[in-house]
């Protein structure tokens, strides 16, 4: 690389990584057949949000922007896999507020991640609920009336305060069901109970990725990443999330709206 070449990669990266990759959101999206869908909700959007961490690295007028283009086609279903706020209380209310704007004929549902529970966790879901969005804690609920798909969520298992056996209690096998959960780790435990697909995030597919090489890092203790796999019967998608952490930074690796179209067999 030429001396120019090199001073206009050194100016242009950080500029990228710093200022562009961050708010420039992938909108992504997945078909997936659900083995006993009712036909009543065939081809029903579900938008998978996660990982918003609403603090001053992302702040509420970011969000806002995503949340406006949403609603220009609302999707049925609202689920949001944790990681609200990073570490500071005063965001709660707006992310919240914020959240529950969201148009979606079928629900809102969200589970908490492990920074919303350094945060606080309880104010949280107050917030969620005050909102319009049902925080599933180790339970789960009927989308589309009884016999429609079971939305299962199991809370946030860094913090200990995951219980799948309770979320799962009840759920039939050969109901229509999507397992919700913040770390993508889970899907072992998820995999012995024999959950078809889960939704996750808590990785951020690791904010900077290096081509050939991928993540540099990831709380995944398993190596979990971002996007599609498979464990024994369990399939899974890892959102990247919507925002960062402290550290405002994304490189080959951007912010992610996902939404998840469901087809009947
Ligand atoms: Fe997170």
């Known amino acids: 690389m030429s001396l120019a070449g090199l001073v206009g990669a050194a100016t242009l990266g950080p500029v990228w990584m710093f200022g562009v990759e961050p708010r420039w959101v992938d909108w992504t999206t997945q078909d997936l057949i659900v083995g006993g869908l009712p036909n009543r909700l065939h081809g029903a959007r579900m938008l998978h949000l996660s990982d918003i961490h609403a603090s001053a690295a992302v702040p509420l007028d970011f969000v ?45 549902f969200a589970i908490l991640g492990n920074h919303d529970y350094w945060t606080d966790g309880p104010a949280v879901s107050r917030a969620l609920e005050r909102h319009g969005v049902h925080h599933l804690r180790n339970e789960s609920a009927w989308v589309g009336g009884p016999g429609g798909l079971r939305l299962v969520g199991v809370d946030d298992h860094w913090t200990g305060n995951d219980d799948l056996e309770a979320a799962m209690a009840g759920v039939g096998q050969e109901e229509a069901q999507i397992l919700l959960m913040h770390s993508p780790d889970l899907i072992v435990p998820a995999s012995k109970a024999r959950v078809p697909f889960a939704l996750c995030g808590h990785t951020h597919g690791g904010q900077v990725r290096l081509p050939w090489y991928g993540a540099l890092v990831t709380p995944s203790a398993l190596g979990y990443q971002q996007g599609t796999y498979r464990h024994r019967g369990t399939q899974m998608y890892v959102n990247r999330g919507l925002g960062t952490l402290d550290l405002k930074v994304r490189l080959n690796c951007r912010p992610e709206v996902h939404e998840v179209r469901l087809i009947s067999p």
């Open 64 to 108: 806002a922007r995503v949340v406006d283009r949403i609603n220009l086609n609302p999707p049925d279903l609202l689920v949001i896999t944790g990681d609200l706020v990073t570490e500071d209380r005063s965001y709660i209310a707006g992310i919240t507020e914020l959240l529950g704007r969201i148009e979606a004929r079928l629900g809102r």
